[in-house]
């Protein structure tokens, strides 16, 4: 990630196209610093022959080092005269080894930057530059602005001043603002014909983008010496402190906003304690600055966090990556800052901004809805989609979607306050968001309000988990005959999860009695229970409960008595499957339903849906449920929406995501990801997860750990501790060694710019857990398993 | 807006860069539709020689007409070989009027597809050239992609074949991406050295964009008969259907697109009514395809929607603007689509994605919450901002604020049944949004869901409205001594809102009062009220009721007893501002304390907050709140937090839209209005509206309207209806005629392209209300203005 030093102050040109005097105008940069007497590091990490001819010819001009303060280097030199995926190509039909990978390319300029930083004892200026364009392709094939992204560099922009450079100075900087890059100033020359510094000053001021304009170099003299001494006062003139658009001034700009930016990193612990309220964090419990993450920027599954040490030696960067190991809240797909889903955002914000949805209709909501419907959770029942803001709402929706159509069906007699009493069934564990309503439909516990009105009756969930190294079910003793909690060992996590063939075990008989016993005892006192609400397979926020898939199939068929498979009529009561953690992959399956072997009446999807980038919630019904909303009178109709109900942004969003996850769910490295997890070699698994099943096992055999879960981008540790509960802190505790970055000597790690990085965790009580997103590379992963496996062993 | 004809396929060209052969392929794309016997019109809006030359040269060799298929045309022409924005400079010292503005030379371009679309009796094809690149500035010195965005017209970008070309293809891709435009084909020169075709095909693919590469022209011969024969060869083979890359292939796929595009249009109706559920919409009331608004895009003010009339002629375009005419559910604040708010979502998007909250930060979330604290709603009172994701999970927070802290001061000795009945005191006609705990802090009614249960007390509003030319207070019963209801004549509605002027009147004294002998009444009775929420000034969602505002300071004052101005300590209860919909200068003022003369204790934005693109919310809550839940114990916490909880790109979007509003307050455009509103010349009004006084007065004198308001964007129209309510359609068919695209002989329109428009509006029961952006241009006012009378007043 960025790398960031008090005393070093890095910049890295780009141009808004090849040939704009990129090399000339960074020299001058060069010998500018030096004039004001800084250590210079010139890098330029790749040159091909032909990308920076006219630029090369000046580079040359200016007589190689203008100073012994100039330190310049070239790490990969082609000179083929064609463009750099040309180059590449011919050099991949030489030798292979020759073409750097985007992560060696940015890895080799993070390690000069970080022996620079290192050895330099005083303050300095480093500039690096790029091949050709913004979007000119590297030797990789990837472009410059997603190549150097890793290292989040700020940026200066090289201007086109020639015609049509208005044009293409523009749209460079607007690629570089989709990359999120901070662009400090635009350089360029003052060419008196076209004048574009003119136009474009005037642009960008309003973007708070500094335009400096200098002269253009003098035409070649045919005699070398004249040609040099030219070259020499040129750039003498270009870089003199006393003219107003000279380098030299630039230089001070960037010094300062070198100096604002690490004044403002510095500042932002102390200001953001003086006015931000955190969600779900006691204040009071809260040291001081060094427990603010100072998230500067992000990429991929990693954030570049700044140090809030102010005894840090010069030589150590400000920033440095920490792996985001609860995928950010339960939401990052495809890692942060993906460039196609900036793209996704920009083009619907383009296009429509948002637009109001009752009795509308646009592209990106239309096509998300049929996407969900035809291939999505939705497949084979749902026949609506309704759109609301984050998991909460959905549920929300889905609750009242639920209630409507049970009192329609049942509640002819009801009194208002039995209305206002229907129950929920559900499991103890559940967690359906932080509205009052949702949180209605769950047990009172530490997450509860005072207006909070526990509404139905919960059961003890029957939990899976590997305990040294056996899958075992934990049955509890309200399920159990005994009266007592039992722990059964089951073959193998594929078995557990084939829930069709466990229906006629004595457990699934045991299951389907107590469930009986229960609702029986329920009706008899007069409890209305109007739906059943459950997050299939894990229960998330309410401590990574991986509930027993046979309990939740055998609940469904209870509830729903006699219905016939093939009916879509909902029956007993509406079943609502809150999916907004558990779905579109997290925990490896696009939905719980086919493998619980019953589809839901209503369902919620919402975090993975807009792949982690913005708010966005979908409640799916069945006809069933739409028809009971159906009539002639407004009234009787869901009156229930947000002002940004299907906001253009958040669909468009979310169909770039479904379909980037459709790939990955084809994709080799989930195909040997489920091998690995099937039960014998050629088999396939029920079940798989991205992390590794060995090292799960291992973990499993700890004595500090009680048992251990896996299941997609999902590993949750359940710890062994007196104290168990939200509140507990034995889990942060365990894991604090996590956070610091982790020194490895000699290698690179699989983090953006191969520096050593942080784990940043969160943990449920006693049970730690990480997350990755859906596209996190193995190698990635197995680097974080050596990191949990080396803290956790010790 | 977009001309979408049915038998008229229309393509803007945009250049990657300048001299990259637009001419060339158009006139290509030109002379290959009519090869297929279509007529084409090709129009080039503005030539200056300079940014054409090789073109140019190209046009001129390809020997004028190639048939009597083509009509060409060329509306400004500038022979100046310079940027256009120095023919721009120099033209306007000549002349002003020979440089068209935006509005009229997109106007030109609209009439002209309107006038040919009349003419043509069969299929015929259409191509507008730009000139330059992406972002060239036109002769008003917008850029092509800014300027041309009115017209929505899907583009081919012709690539650059040249080295740095791949970089400046992919950039002006983005910046079109970026204004949202349909790009259906990259077409380009077949470079055999440089190849970048052969990259940008692969780049594309990936992105969906078609990329045909045809063979560059052959090199000028010295002779004109010689260099004729040559050109007409070259057009000849480029546009062979025999060969494959050839443009006569991308005219196929150019009109494949073209008819999936109007099929799309189309099916969206059927498919909308298979797969949506709306929100607040009775499905069983919607008729049929023609109830549903299909919008395709939107530009500003105005939505482009499609006619869903089978019977058309062929003459009219499928699409036509429509003015958004409730803000889309009151979110609009700059327009829709604006490109600020786009850069601000993406560079956001590029820097962190989504990145988690607690314990963290970054610049996005920390500049928004020091804005809002110190020159935003929150100045002078509130010292934190909590974020959730819309204006009810926002409300549902302060709520949670509101009920601990009154618990922690009073309710040592409360029951759990009596905490979950803690009352909110308010106003009838209150609506906090949808979350089934916002709604419990109204009043049962027509939203509410079977889990509903009003907790508190609410009062009848006294109503500020102008009937019949004349300032009204309405008082109702409940707050009058005679116990009925009556109305009082107000000098001015300045008068009205000049509320610290108005304390010490019999009314106000009546007021106190009334709030006084209630709340001794509740409290005698037990009931225990832990939170005053009201809705500032108008109670939106209830029916645009613009409350007194004296009445809404007393009832502060009262709940607050005997605090000092000074404290910073809430008394009595918390005072909840829901500023949802009215904060952030929607109806003038950027929050309503300051014309209160009190501020809250807890206050609520959303919808205007970002400007119209993304749901975000803040809860803003002083010191005294924010301490009442800080102690060592993590379950004492405000336990509340959505995944998305300040997300960035929201933050982003939010900081922007408020530096934005500043410099509209600043405007000569709300000088001007305000100006208007003044009791008297030279005075300054308490209130104000983009509305003219004029135009609202004269409304107020109609038959068949009750009363009349406007504050700020938002006008609301009382009709006399004797089925008042929410569920009445009388406003609605009242209005009816507005729907339409009324023809304006003659006159453009103010909308995108001078299109005649037809006015999307939403009803509340027997209210009508319209609103604006806040920098809806007083045209686009007026016009609006003109179409409400006409109609009304027939």
Redesign the interface.
């Known amino acids: 990630m960025s790398s960031l030093y008090k005393h070093l102050r890095i910049h890295q040109i780009f ?1 808004a ?3 704009v005097g990129k090399t000339v105008l960074t020299t001058a940069l060069a010998r500018a610093s030096t004039k004001k007497k800084f250590p210079v590091f010139y890098l330029k990490p790749v040159s091909t022959g ?2 920076e ?1 006219a630029d090369d010819h000046h580079i040359v001009r200016h007589g190689g080092k203008a100073s012994n303060l100039i330190h310049s280097e070239c790490l990969f030199r082609y000179d083929d005269p ?2 750099p ?2 180059a590449a190509k011919r050099k991949t039909s030489e030798n292979n080894s020759l073409i750097p990978s985007d992560d060696a390319l940015v890895g080799s300029i993070a390690n000069r930057i970080r022996e620079h930083a290192a050895k330099s004892s005083r303050p300095g200026h480093m500039y690096i530059e790029t091949a ?6 590297t030797l990789s ?1 990837t ?2 602005a997603d190549a150097y992204r890793p290292l ?1 560099l700020p940026t200066i922009l090289v201007g086109d001043s020639k ?2 450079g ?7 900087y ?2 570089l ?5 901070i662009v400090d100033a635009v350089v360029m020359f003052r060419d008196e ?4 510094w ?2 474009l000053t005037e642009y960008f001021k309003e ?1 708070g983008v500094h335009v400096a304009a200098v002269d253009p170099p003098p035409p070649r003299h045919s005699d070398p010496a004249a040609d040099r001494t030219a070259t020499e006062e040129y750039y003498d003139a270009i870089t003199s402190s006393n003219e107003e658009n000279s380098i030299s001034r630039l230089v001070d700009y960037l010094d300062a906003r070198h100096a604002i930016r690490v004044q ?1 990193l510095e500042s ?2 102390g ?2 304690l ?13 040291r001081g600055k060094q ?8 990429y991929k599954d990693y ?1 570049s966090v700044a140090q809030n040490k102010s005894d840090s030696p010069p030589s150590k960067s400000l920033l440095h990556p920490e792996f ?1 190991g ?1 995928a ?5 797909t495809l ?5 196609a ?3 996704a ?19 990106p ?2 096509k998300l ?2 996407r969900l ?1 035809t291939t999505g959770p939705g497949k084979g029942w749902a ?5 609301s ?5 959905g549920m ?1 929706v889905a ?2 979607m639920a ?2 159509a049970w ?1 329609i069906r049942n ?1 002819a007699e009801l009194t208002s306050q039995e ?2 009493h ?1 129950g929920i069934l559900g499991l103890k564990g559940s967690y359906h ?6 949180m ?1 439909a769950s047990e009172e516990g ?2 509860t ?5 526990a ?1 139905g009756y919960w059961f003890e969930p029957p939990k899976i988990g590997i305990q040294n190294s056996e899958v075992t079910i934990t049955v509890p003793g309200s399920l159990s005959s005994s009266q007592k909690p039992h722990v059964t060992k089951a073959p193998s996590l594929s078995w557990v999860y084939n829930v069709e063939e466990r229906i006629n075990t004595p457990l699934g008989r045991a299951y389907a009695f107590q469930i009986r016993r229960v609702l029986d005892t329920l009706q008899e006192k007069g409890t209305k229970l ?1 739906a059943l609400v459950i997050e299939p397979l894990v229960l998330g926020a309410g401590g990574m409960i991986f509930v027993d898939p046979l309990f939740q199939r055998i609940l469904v068929d209870t509830v729903r008595g006699r219905r016939s498979r093939s009916s879509s009529q909902w029956s007993g009561m509406p079943v609502i499957f809150d999916e907004v953690f558990t779905g579109l992959y997290r925990i490896g399956v696009p939905s719980a339903g086919p493998l619980l072997g019953v589809n839901p009446d209503i369902s919620v999807n ?2 993975v849906l807009t792949g ?4 966005l919630s979908v ?1 799916l ?1 069945s006809k069933s449920i ?1 028809e009971a ?17 299907a ?1 253009p ?2 669909c468009e969003v979310a169909n770039e995501t479904l379909i980037q996850i459709e790939k990955l769910a084809k994709s080799e490295e989930w195909k040997k990801a489920r091998e690995k997890w099937a039960p014998a070699e050629g088999e396939e698994s029920t079940v798989w997860s991205l992390w590794d099943p060995q090292f799960v096992t291992e973990i499993s055999k700890l004595p500090s750990v009680n048992e251990v879960m896996a299941l997609g981008s999902v590993l949750a540790i359940d710890f062994k501790d007196p104290a168990k509960g ?2 507990s802190f034995f889990a942060q505790n365990l894991l604090q060694p996590l956070k610091g970055p982790s020194e490895q000597k000699g290698n690179l790690s699989p983090a953006p710019g191969g520096a050593p990085y942080g784990v ?1 965790y ?1 943990t449920l009580g006693n049970v730690g857990y990480f997350m990755t997103s859906l596209n996190t590379t193995p190698a990635v992963i197995r680097s974080l398993e050596d990191r949990i496996w080396s803290v956790l062993s010790n």
């Open positions: 141009g196209n090849t040939e032909a990308i001819d064609v463009s995926h040309l050709g364009g913004v979007h000119s392709p094939g472009t410059q989040f015609l049509g208005i044009s293409s100075t523009i749209s460079g607007e690629s603002l989709m990359r999120g890059f014909y076209y004048r574009n003119e136009y973007k403002e932002m612990p200001r953001t003086n006015s931000i309220w955190w969600p779900f964090v006691q204040h009071g419990t809260v427990d603010v993450t100072v998230i500067d920027s992000a954030f985001d609860s950010s809240w339960w939401t990052q890692g942060h800052a993906h460039p889903l900036t793209m955002a920009a083009r619907a914000s383009g296009r429509y901004g948002h637009v109001m949805f009752p009795q509308a209709t646009h592209l909501a239309l809805a049929e419907l026949s609506r989609v309704f759109f803001d984050n998991g909460s709402t929300e609750i009242k209630l409507r009192s509640g209305k206002k229907l968001g932080d509205t009052i309503g949702a209605d530490v997450y309000c005072e207006w909070h009105e509404k109007a919402a975090k982690g980038l913005i708010p409640t019904a739409f909303f159906l009539s002639d009178k407004k009234a009787e109709a869901l009156l229930h929406g947000h002002s940004y109900t906001h942004i958040g939200y509140t940043n969160r």
